[in-house]
């Protein structure tokens, strides 16, 4: 009997597909979860810098009104 013949050829290609396919649903689902990571941290970035220019510009205008503490 010889090792390649027609029925290891057939579950070879069926145990090909299948690998294939699995490999093709992980990739898939690592590239959406780094997708939803990435998406969560590029959207903190932005948040903070505004948060930090609101604060910044408070601070910088409540400055502005109130009189000299000296006089």
């Given at each position: 009997?010889?090792?390649v013949n027609r029925r290891?050829?057939?579950l070879g290609w069926m145990t090909w597909t299948a690998a294939?396919?699995?490999?093709?649903?992980?990739?898939r689902?690592?590239?959406?979860?780094?997708?939803?990571?990435r998406r969560k941290?590029?959207?903190i970035v932005p948040l903070l810098a505004?948060?930090?220019a609101v604060l910044?510009?408070?601070r910088h205008n409540s400055d502005?009104?109130?009189?000299?503490?000296?006089?």
């Open positions: 009997m010889s090792i290891n050829a057939m294939k396919q699995i490999a093709a649903r992980k990739a689902a690592a590239a959406h979860a780094e997708q939803g990571k941290r590029l959207l505004a948060a930090g910044f510009f408070w502005d009104g109130a009189p000299p503490a000296g006089e």
